[in-house]
């Protein structure tokens, strides 16, 4: 089993759409956690950050932790062309002296 | 403010050569990591720099390595390059964490893709 665990898609919607990302985590270790957006040919550009089990909220993204479920999920609203690319989840395991870890990432197309 | 920026944009090499990819973090960050992102294995994690120490390295082999200059930017060197070498190789930067387990984020450059021939 992997440690993140992401859905590579691909996932289509049209403009203005709610799309839901969502990722598990293997283990307790990990407890913080980010969610980064990259486009073709770019590096990740953080987008959310978060510690706690709870809501996030930043303009039209919401970052959600489940941790006692190990599930985090990114939500956003009123989605955009400008949104697609692809998302990836991240954490740093506890123990891992700094490294993140990442799903594979969600490659997200918002039809105009 | 400059975010970390990585040079060359692109590099292409052939089996057997060496390559040195650069990396300037953004300022005021200490801590630089270096990342491989090749297709279908997602981004994995080489090394970590900090303070002009290698603190911690990932699962590749020697013929990976890398240092980090007193004015914290970093090269990534890559010895007797392999056809699996082929990868965008990005580099991160963070503030200082505290202890042994970082709470701040890492902020990407561009990177560099190396195309192995």
């Known amino acids: 089993q992997k440690e993140v665990e992401q859905d590579p898609g691909p996932l289509s919607v049209p403009e203005g759409a709610i799309v839901s990302l969502n990722c598990t985590y293997s283990?307790?270790?990990?407890?913080?956690f980010m969610w980064y957006r990259q486009y073709s040919r770019k590096g990740p550009e953080l987008l959310m950050y978060?510690?706690?089990?709870g809501n996030k909220e930043d303009g039209r993204f919401t970052a959600q932790v489940d941790k006692s479920s190990k599930y985090i999920s990114l939500f956003i609203r009123d989605s955009q062309p400008s949104d697609s690319a692809t998302y990836l989840c991240?954490?740093?395991?506890?123990?891992?002296?700094?490294?993140?870890?990442f799903g594979k990432g969600t490659l997200l197309t918002v039809n105009p | 403010e400059a975010g970390v920026t990585q040079s060359p944009t692109h590099l292409i090499k052939t089996r057997g050569q060496q390559a040195t990819l650069r990396c300037s973090p953004i300022?005021?960050?200490?801590?630089v990591y270096w990342y491989q992102q090749a297709l279908g294995l997602g981004l994995q994690f080489l090394l970590w720099y900090d303070e002009g120490e290698e603190r911690n390295r990932g699962n590749f082999p020697p013929r990976f390595s890398g240092r980090q200059f007193p004015n914290y930017s970093s090269e990534l060197n890559v010895n007797a390059l392999e056809l699996e070498d082929s990868a965008l190789y990005l580099c991160?930067?963070?503030?200082?964490?505290?202890?042994?387990?970082?709470?701040?984020?890492?902020?990407f450059g561009d990177g560099t893709r190396l195309s192995i021939l």
């Open positions: 283990n307790s270790a990990f407890q913080y």
């Open positions: 978060t510690y706690s089990s």
């Open positions: 991160a930067s963070s503030l200082p964490g505290q202890g042994f387990y970082s709470n701040q984020p890492q902020h």
């Open positions: 991240a954490s740093p395991k506890r123990g891992s002296n700094y490294k993140l870890t």
């Open positions: 300022s005021g960050h200490t801590s």
